[in-house]
């Protein structure tokens, strides 16, 4: 669910960063979950592989590149190649749906605060996004402008949240939420008891 779908990399950085992306995503093996080099297992089912090959097929028709593709069982039907996708434009509907596979879509925005925030928010979900910055202060300013429940700054929130944060997805992103006092209330309901005082 808060897996990284989407990145948007400033332009200035795009090769290098590309390159950086297949590079690691060519280290993940995709086999029987059972087995110790394995990273990732099949998909949940064959349903949801196809409507995973679905969408990427879509993407290339409409103009994506298909920079990398992994080596991938195909002696059942349940398992989807780690796949890497460029120069994605934000009208495709990749970009929109969720993807629920083993997919990352590269994007390349102006390297301003603005167009990131807006690039972030173009999405009916918000569950979960991450900003990699060497500025801090920057970070910060565009978490507190990304609409998600969290906001990981050069981390993945949910290996470093506290246990006091609520996870909480804005948007269309589930109703309600869980963790820290504000998901603890979700899960309770209060009473009043009250008496007339003693005269």
Known sequence: C??????YVDKSV??????????YASKYTVGNGMEKETKVGPMVSVMQREKVAGQVESAVKEGAKLVFQSEYPKDTPNFFPVTVLAGVSQDLSIQKDETFG?????????GTEDEAARLANDSEYGLASYVYTTDMDKGVRLGRRIKSGQVGINCYAYNYAHVNCPWVGHKSSGFGYHSGIDGFRQFSVPKSIVRRPEE
């Open 102 to 110: 083993p997919v990352v879509v590269l994007s390349t925005f102006d």
């Open 14 to 23: 795009e090769e290098d960063f590309q390159k950086k992306v297949i590079e």
């Open 2 to 7: 808060s897996s990284v779908e989407r990145v």
